[in-house]
């Protein structure tokens, strides 16, 4: 099973940007989606944006598209969401996470199997 590890989090000022990176100890033998997720407490996981396994095709959450930048460098195996004019609204904790397959069909948190430990970002107001 693919390890991940996310960094990047941190606090920021509202109108801030940051760059979340996911590294991971591998990549699967068949096509993959990248996830990247958030979660505040008492809450479910949220789809933020996804990135096919070559990086051909992305797709973001309506509530950060316009805002948020998902990436991949395939030979350091990392995948990056980089998010800008953030809003208080965007405090959580980032998770990345893998789903077998090449579609975007159904992104819901359940349908991804490999998960990181998850990044904390802060937007103060």
């Known amino acids: 099973q693919v390890q991940l590890v996310e960094s990047g989090g941190g606090l920021v000022q509202t109108g801030g940007s940051l760059r979340l990176s996911c590294a991971s100890s591998?990549?699967?033998?068949?096509?993959?989606?990248t996830g990247w997720f958030r979660q505040v407490p008492e809450k479910e996981r949220m789809f933020v944006a996804a990135i096919t396994w070559n990086g051909g095709s992305t797709y973001y959450a309506d509530s950060v598209k316009g805002r948020a930048s998902i990436s991949r460098d395939n030979a350091n195996n990392t995948v990056f969401l980089e998010m800008k004019d953030l809003k208080p609204e965007d405090t959580a904790v980032y998770f990345c996470?893998?789903?077998?397959?090449?579609?975007?069909?159904?992104?819901?948190?359940?349908?991804?199997?490999?998960w990181g430990q998850g990044t904390k970002v802060t937007v103060s107001s």
């Open positions: 591998g990549r699967p033998s068949s096509r993959y989606i």
């Open positions: 996470a893998i789903r077998l397959g090449p579609t975007f069909a159904g992104l819901g948190w359940r349908s991804f199997s490999s």
